[in-house]
Structures are given as C-alpha cells and as structure tokens.
C-alpha cells in the first residue's frame, strides 16, 4: 500500500526546483537519463541520396584499395632479407581508414563492412591463377597477412564500437 503525501515538497536550496547550477536539472546525468528539464535534441538523419553516395564510396573504394593492394604486395624497401610491403602497409592504414569514415558517414555496421564486397572478390580473383599460369598475389606469408588483415580490418571497425543507426543501433534511454 502507497504510503499518503504529506503535501507538495518544498525545493530545496540549488535542487532542480529552483533553477540554480548543481541541480538534477543541470546535471550531465540529468541529460543523459532524461530526468532533466534539459531537452538533447536527436541527431538528424542523413538523406537516402547520402546514404547511397557513402556506401557506393566505400565499395568504389574496396576496389580501389583492392587492385592497388594486390599489385603493391611486392613491392617496398628491403631490410635485409626481409620485405617491407607496401601493400601490406596500404591494407593496414586503408583496410581501416576507409571503413571507418564511411561508418562515421552512415552511423551503421553495414558501411564499414561494405567496402569487404568490393574488395574481397577483386583480391580473389587477382590472386587465382589462370590458366596461362599468371598470377598477381603469390603465395607468401606477406599475401596471407595482406588477405588475413584485409578481411580482419573491417570487421573490427564495425564490431569495436556500437553504432548510432541501423539494425544495432540502440537509442539511449529517455
């Protein structure tokens, strides 16, 4: 059973009844939570015509980044014996670029995965064989980190922080 009201409550001093700083009202708690007076207004959504331009950028950019890639793996500086790769080096910082400015462009896991459905067939079918025996990304352990990182960048881009839009994107509470 409830138990009765003794009658409306007085504000305390600096509460959030009255209007001074230090108050639930003017707190980022308050805000966040939605207990405040203070009203977040919601982020706008971007047009379907943006949308499409981010995620036609980010498989242009797969195929690009792709090709490149694939003719750029034996190429470098040697130390020694041992190959610096520029392809390697273009998958680690493009793998990764890429994939996170077009998902800071959508606010979804699907657009730092989308530049995969570009790149992924082109860096398969320029590293199959064909029957003339050419052959662009032969088999070193520089073409496995090329594919492994290549495959993995994406993919962690989109699983590392939540999204703001889209099927995982879960609004904060009111």
């Not at 966040?32 to 959504?45: D, N």
């Not at 981010?54 to 090709?67: D, E, Q, R």
């Not at 470098?76 to 041992?82: A, M």
């Not at 050419?134 to 922080?161: E, H, K, N, Q």
Request: hydrophobic content about 45%; proline content about 10%; overall charge positive.
């Amino acid at each position: 059973m409830p138990r009765p009201s003794p009658g409306p409550r007085q504000p305390t001093p600096g509460g959030p009844g009255v209007g001074g700083t230090g108050g639930l009202a003017d707190s980022v708690a308050a805000r966040v939570t939605g207990l405040g007076s203070l009203s977040v207004a919601e982020p706008k959504e971007p047009s379907r015509l943006f949308l499409g331009g981010a995620y036609a950028f980010g498989l242009l950019a797969g195929v690009i980044l792709g090709v490149y890639g694939v003719a750029a793996v034996p190429a470098g500086p040697r130390l020694g014996d041992t190959l610096l790769s520029l392809g390697l080096l273009l998958v680690v910082v493009g793998n990764v670029g890429v994939p996170m400015l077009v998902r800071w462009w959508t606010g979804t896991r699907l657009g730092a995965c989308i530049m995969l459905v570009g790149w992924t067939p082109v860096v398969l079918a320029l590293g199959s064989s064909r029957g003339e025996g050419d052959l662009m990304l032969r088999s070193s352990s520089t073409a496995y980190l090329f594919l492994a990182f290549g495959v993995l960048a994406p993919i962690l881009v989109a699983v590392v922080s939540p999204s703001r839009r889209g099927l995982t994107g879960f609004p904060l509470p009111r």
